[in-house]
């Protein structure tokens, strides 16, 4: 599949206010934190082999700066369980 930008910004503003990182009891949503777009890229890149293959392969791509940029994360290491679920069900629409 391509990447159509405008399915890529649906992904996107989907992503935005539903997915968050979950440091201890704080919720940080990606479109706050400014990884929506990058995540909702790296979604559509892999949308041909399904939606759940694309969100956990999305989400060990997706690489997080900590602390300046000293250390770096998957973002998959950031979310809880539950969030890769909801990442699944936004792009199961759009991997048929």
């Given at each position: 599949?391509?990447?159509?930008?405008?399915?890529?910004?649906?992904?996107?503003?989907?992503?935005?206010?539903?997915?968050?990182?979950?440091?201890?009891?704080?919720?940080?949503?990606?479109?706050?934190?400014?990884?929506?777009?990058?995540?909702?890229?790296?979604?559509?890149?892999?949308?041909?082999?399904?939606?759940?293959?694309?969100?956990?392969?999305?989400?060990?791509?997706?690489?997080?700066?900590?602390?300046?940029?000293?250390?770096?994360?998957?973002?998959?290491r950031l979310i809880?369980?539950?969030?890769?679920?909801?990442?699944?069900?936004?792009?199961?629409?759009?991997?048929?």
């Amino acid at each position: 599949m391509g990447l159509v930008p405008g399915e890529i910004r649906e992904i996107e503003i989907a992503i935005a206010d539903r997915i968050y990182i979950q440091v201890a009891n704080w919720h940080l949503y990606l479109g706050d934190a400014g990884l929506a777009n990058q995540l909702a890229i790296e979604c559509k890149a892999n949308l041909d082999q399904g939606s759940e293959v694309a969100a956990r392969k999305a989400l060990e791509s997706v690489q997080v700066k900590l602390g300046g940029g000293n250390t770096q994360l998957p973002l998959a290491r950031l979310i809880p369980p539950g969030q890769i679920f909801d990442l699944e069900e936004i792009l199961d629409p759009y991997s048929r």
